[in-house]
């Protein structure tokens, strides 16, 4: 067994060594920052996963089989995030990101969140792994359009967690967002 040149270590004032030099930082992300602010992880105890299978609604096969249940599922999850807001973390992690830029430093923040929650906080550099709950893609044409409204379509008004409202006009170019089979969450978390 050969024995590692760099063992992992947790000696903090190490790491804040390293970390004052360093010119590119990444802080990589998932559902435990944005559990924080109350978002439901997927994996963990009481996670979506738990009481539903991934497969029927989140996949782009799940999409083409059942559009409308697809658009219902990402409809409520867009809905829950209404009432959420950037926890601490996602602050700190801005705030890093501002206070290293004038020093010619750069954070990356690479994110599996689909919650929009780092470029709420004030990230401006962010990978999003799975996309986001409000971007969509038109599967006719291929245009992608940030969608805020709520719901995002008429027909949706009332299903999947709220969102009365009706539709404020983020149709994309060739009017399809608001026919379900037509457009999807891009994200398919």
């Known amino acids: 067994m050969s024995e590692e040149k760099n063992p992992p270590s947790s000696d903090m004032a190490k790491f804040r060594e390293f970390f004052s030099k360093a010119k590119h930082i ?4 998932g559902a435990g920052v944005s559990a924080e602010s109350g978002v439901p992880t997927f994996r963990g105890a009481g996670g979506l996963w738990r009481k539903w299978k ?3 609604l989140a996949t782009p096969e799940a999409f083409a089989s059942n559009p409308s249940l697809v658009w219902e599922f990402y409809h409520y999850r867009r809905e ?3 009432s959420k807001h950037p926890n601490k973390a996602h602050i700190a992690i801005a705030e890093c990101e501002k206070r290293l830029k004038p020093q010619g430093r750069r954070v990356v923040v690479i994110t599996q969140n689909i919650d929009e929650l780092h470029k709420r906080a004030g990230s401006e550099n ?9 971007t969509t893609r038109c599967t006719k044409c291929g245009d992608v359009s940030v969608n805020k ?6 027909a949706l008004a009332g299903k999947g967690g709220g969102g009365e409202g009706g539709a404020q006009g983020s149709q994309n170019k060739c009017n399809n967002t608001f026919e379900l089979p037509h457009s999807y969450s891009a994200n398919f978390a």
């Not at 990444?26 to 992300?29: A, G, I, Q, R, Y």
């Not at 990978?127 to 409000?134: K, S, T």
């Not at 409204?149 to 008429?154: Q, Y």
């Open 80 to 82: 829950v995030m209404s």
């Open 54 to 56: 991934a497969q029927d």
């Open 149 to 154: 409204d709520s719901p995002i379509c008429p």
């Open 26 to 29: 990444v802080v990589l992300t």
């Open 126 to 134: 962010i990978l999003e792994l799975h996309g986001n709950l409000f």
